[in-house]
């Protein structure tokens, strides 16, 4: 079995807030992405939205608690306490202006803007809902 290589991203986050219209803008806003695709639901919910940046993607919706399927799967950070159990990292061009555009919206400092061991300077935040970020220039696909 293979991944499909002739496809932008093979590999996408998938999220659940408990607010999600206006997460997808924060994030919009906080964190630079676009809006590739929306599907709102009843309610003022987010049955499916897609939102890039470059090449990368994460896909969002509403948590729902008594959705079945998929939903039975997935937790906010809330519902576990304020603990994530995955993180989504993002390779940026300028991670001291990605830096502070986020903190300017209000995103939660974690770990701050440094230079890593391994390369490329990185940090680490948390969104309104508790989602763990990391954004840096470390781009693993480029070895020196």
Same mark, same amino acid.
């Given at each position: 079995?293979?991944?499909?290589?002739?496809?932008?991203?093979?590999?996408?986050?998938?999220?659940?807030?408990?607010?999600?219209?206006?997460?997808?803008?924060?994030?919009?806003?906080?964190?630079?992405?676009?809006?590739?695709?929306?599907?709102?639901?009843?309610?003022?919910?987010?049955?499916? /939205?897609?939102?890039? =940046?470059?090449?990368?993607?994460? &896909? %969002?919706?509403?948590?729902?608690?008594?959705? !079945? $399927?998929?939903?039975?799967?997935?937790?906010?950070?809330?519902?576990?306490?304020?603990?994530?159990?995955?993180?989504?990292?993002?390779?940026?061009?300028?991670?001291?202006?990605?830096? /502070?555009?986020?903190? =300017?919206?209000?995103?939660?400092? &974690? %770990?701050?803007?440094?230079?890593?061991?391994? !390369? $490329?300077?990185?940090?680490?935040?948390?969104?309104?809902?508790?989602?763990?970020?990391?954004?840096?220039?470390?781009?693993?696909?480029?070895?020196?």
């Amino acid at each position: 079995m293979s991944s499909a290589k002739d496809t932008t991203a093979t590999v996408i986050p998938c999220l659940r807030y408990e607010d999600a219209p206006k997460a997808l803008d924060w994030l919009c806003r906080a964190f630079g992405f676009e809006k590739h695709l929306v599907v709102p639901g009843e309610g003022d919910t987010i049955v499916h /939205a897609e939102l890039t =940046a470059g090449r990368g993607m994460v &896909m %969002l919706g509403s948590a729902r608690e008594h959705g !079945g $399927g998929y939903d039975e799967l997935m937790a906010t950070p809330r519902e576990l306490g304020g603990r994530g159990t995955q993180s989504t990292y993002v390779i940026v061009d300028d991670a001291d202006a990605h830096f /502070a555009q986020a903190r =300017a919206a209000g995103a939660e400092i &974690m %770990l701050d803007l440094e230079d890593q061991d391994h !390369g $490329g300077r990185m940090y680490t935040c948390r969104d309104p809902e508790g989602h763990v970020w990391s954004f840096g220039t470390f781009d693993p696909w480029i070895q020196d």
